[in-house]
C-alpha cells in the first residue's frame, strides 16, 4: 500500500496582487487521472453581481482526420461553429485545431479575435490550442505561446524527444486582456494535457501554476482539455490556487457526468476531463456541461468527441 508523505508546498493567492505561504500538506506519493471523479469544492454561495458576467467556453471540437468517416471534419465543421456561436462566450479555449480547421472557423465566428500558434512549429504546423475573446469587450495587451516542456519557449522537432514520457509537443496558449466592462486585467491560458503520460500532465500543472503566479492580473482563468479527472493529481495541483468554475450554485450537465462524447452517444461515465479554473475574485454563477446533438451526415449526432463546457463568472468593476 502506497503511503502518504508529508512535503511542504507553495500556495498562492492569485487575483488583484499575490502573496505566498508555506504551508505543510499531506500528498500521496502516487495518483492517477484515471481515479473516480470526485466532487469540486464547496459550492460557492450565491448573491447579487454588481458587474456584467464573464462567459466562458472550453471545448476540444476534435482534429481533422479521415479516420472520422462520416464524422469528419467537413461534414461537421458548420456545426461546430453553430455551436460555438450558440454559446454567447466573451472568451473561448479550443483545442486539437489544425490549421485548416483555425481557417474554417475564422469567417463563422465574427466578433472575436484569436490568440495561438501551431504547436509543431510555433506558426502553422500542428495543432493550435487557440484562444478566441471577444473584440468589442476586450483590448489585448500580451499574448502568447509557450510549450509544456522543460524548453518552454520553443517546440520540439519531430524526431526530437519529448519530455515527461510524452509523444507529442504540447502548449499552452495564453493572452492579457484589458476588459473594457470593468476596467480589469484578465489572464486567460487554454492548454491541451498529454493523453498518455500522467508525469507529464503533472508537470504541465505545475507550469500552468507557475506561470500564473509569475504574471499577475486582476483576474485569472485557466481551461482546457487536461485529460485528468476532478481527484486526480494534475487537477488537485491547480484546484490547490484556484477554484473549479463548477462550484458554482447552478450546475447542469449529462447525469453520468461526462464531458465526452462517442459521436452517437455520450462517452464513459464520470469522464470529466474538460475543465475551467478561475481566481478567487471570479465568482461562479452558473457552470454547463452542454448536451447538445445537431443534424449532419443523416443522423442526430454531436459534432465532437468532446462536449463544450460553459462558466459565467461575476466579475465586480473596479472603482476608481
Request: charged share 25%.
Amino acid at each position: 500500500m502506497r503511503g502518504v508523505v508529508p512535503v511542504l508546498v507553495w500556495l498562492w493567492v492569485i487575483g488583484a496582487g499575490s502573496a505566498c505561504v508555506v504551508v505543510p500538506v499531506a500528498r500521496s506519493s502516487s495518483a492517477s487521472s484515471t481515479a473516480p471523479a470526485a466532487a469540486p469544492r464547496a459550492r460557492v454561495p450565491g448573491g447579487p453581481c454588481r458587474g456584467p458576467a464573464l462567459v466562458v467556453v472550453t471545448y476540444n471540437v476534435r482534429f481533422d482526420t479521415p479516420a472520422d468517416h462520416k464524422h469528419n471534419w467537413k461534414a461537421r465543421r458548420e456545426r461546430v461553429g453553430e455551436q460555438i456561436r450558440s454559446l454567447g462566450a466573451d472568451l473561448v479555449g479550443l483545442q486539437e485545431v489544425e490549421a485548416n480547421q483555425l481557417d474554417d472557423l475564422g469567417p463563422m465566428l465574427p466578433g472575436y479575435a484569436h490568440e495561438g500558434v501551431g504547436r509543431d512549429d510555433g506558426v502553422r504546423g500542428g495543432q493550435f490550442e487557440p484562444l478566441y475573446y471577444s473584440d468589442a469587450r476586450f483590448t489585448r495587451e500580451d499574448g502568447g505561446t509557450f510549450w509544456l516542456s522543460p524548453t518552454p519557449e520553443r517546440p520540439r522537432g519531430r524526431w526530437e524527444f519529448k519530455p515527461w514520457g510524452s509523444w507529442q509537443n504540447r502548449i499552452a496558449t495564453w493572452v492579457l486582456l484589458r476588459d473594457h466592462s470593468t476596467g480589469r486585467r484578465v489572464l486567460a491560458v487554454n492548454t491541451h494535457f498529454d493523453h498518455y503520460s500522467e508525469m507529464a500532465r503533472r508537470e504541465s500543472a505545475r507550469m500552468l501554476v507557475d506561470f500564473a503566479v509569475s504574471h499577475p492580473a486582476d483576474d485569472t482563468i485557466v481551461l482546457g482539455d487536461l485529460n485528468a479527472r476532478r481527484g486526480s493529481r494534475p487537477y488537485r495541483m491547480l484546484a490547490r490556487v484556484l477554484r473549479d468554475a463548477a462550484t458554482a450554485p447552478s450546475v447542469e450537465g449529462p447525469a453520468s457526468g461526462t464531458s465526452v462524447t462517442a459521436w452517437t452517444r455520450l462517452g464513459a461515465p464520470h469522464h470529466h476531463i474538460d475543465h475551467i479554473f478561475v481566481s478567487p475574485a471570479l465568482r461562479p454563477l452558473t457552470y454547463q456541461v452542454i448536451d447538445r446533438r445537431f443534424r449532419y451526415a443523416g443522423g442526430d449526432l454531436y459534432p465532437s468527441d468532446h462536449l463544450p463546457v460553459r462558466a459565467s463568472l461575476c466579475v465586480e468593476p473596479i472603482i476608481r
